[in-house]
Nanobody, 115 residues
């Protein structure tokens, strides 16, 4: 059984920063790909950032240059550093993990960017 638990969401003003974390428990210790996705009200879920086990990264166009994904293999945790946040970044952020063609999802954490 694999569990992904996100933390770090909350309310932040435009231009502010937040750091999300996704802790993993279970029998898999090294996933092929870890990632963050988000879903805003009335919109489809979209890619934020992914990172492979080798450290390669891909970012969504709207967050490139502002967000940074990283992972700590020892802690089996992935992070998302979000800087210069904008109201359009308001969404539920979901952590995911891919292993042997199986995708796991967390429950999500809400990020609200508002003054």
């Amino acid at each position: 059984q694999v569990q992904l638990v996100e933390s770090g969401g909350g309310l932040v003003q435009p231009g502010g920063s937040l750091r999300l974390a996704c802790a993993t428990s279970g029998s898999i210790f090294r996933f092929d790909v870890r990632g963050w996705y988000r879903q805003a009200p009335g919109k489809e879920r979209e890619l934020v950032a992914v990172i492979t086990s080798g450290g390669s990264t891909v970012y969504g166009a709207s967050v490139k240059g502002r967000f940074t994904i990283s992972r700590d293999h020892a802690k089996n945790t992935v992070y998302l550093q979000m800087n210069n946040l904008e109201p359009e970044d308001t969404a539920i952020y979901y952590c995911n993990a891919l292993y042997n063609s199986v995708t796991y999802w967390g429950e999500g954490t809400l990020v609200t960017v508002s003054s």
